[in-house]
């Protein structure tokens, strides 16, 4: 016989959280000029390029904020614009979700080499030869069974 379960009369209330929005979004009143999808590993990171050389963010974040761990951020997440001679000229905004913080940064670069393009065809080529708009496919490879929960490891054979 099975019990069944006694429903609460006891009324359920759901807080509603609202995130605040970062002082640079707020302040960021223009419509964005291009936007695209970036992606590395299991990253995947829509970026959306605005005129203005503001603050850029990061999941509502300042990017200095969210890759804090990352030592040589400004050289990886500039590297575009300085290829492009477009300093200063641009600032970002990128929602991103999955893997680690590193192939997060690499998938925004990745955006941000695709949006450019979008701005404008003349900077395809330059972005093309530094390998930016390429996407890098290297993935973590899976595990095997009965390889001693490794991918690769083979399991010690007998000596005689």
Do not use: W
Request: hydrophobic share 35%; charged share 25%.
């Amino acid at each position: 016989m099975a019990q069944q379960k006694k429903k609460s009369s006891v009324p359920v209330k759901i807080n509603k959280v609202i995130k605040p929005v970062a002082k640079t979004l707020q302040a960021r009143t223009g419509t964005a000029i291009a936007g695209h999808v970036g992606r590395r590993k299991t990253a995947s990171a829509r970026v959306r390029l605005y005129a203005g050389g503001k603050a850029s963010t990061v999941n509502e974040k300042q990017a200095q904020v969210y890759f804090s761990a990352v030592d040589p951020l400004q050289t990886i997440i500039n590297r575009p614009f300085v290829i492009t001679k477009t300093e200063g000229q641009f600032s970002f905004s990128a929602t991103v979700i999955g893997s680690g913080l590193h192939s997060q940064l690499e998938a925004i670069v990745h955006g941000i080499s695709r949006s450019l393009v979008k701005v404008s065809e003349a900077n395809k080529k330059p972005l093309r030869d530094a390998g930016l708009l390429t996407r890098d496919d290297r993935m973590r490879e899976s595990r095997k069974i009965g390889k001693g929960g490794k991918a690769r490891r083979t399991k010690q054979s007998p000596k005689r």
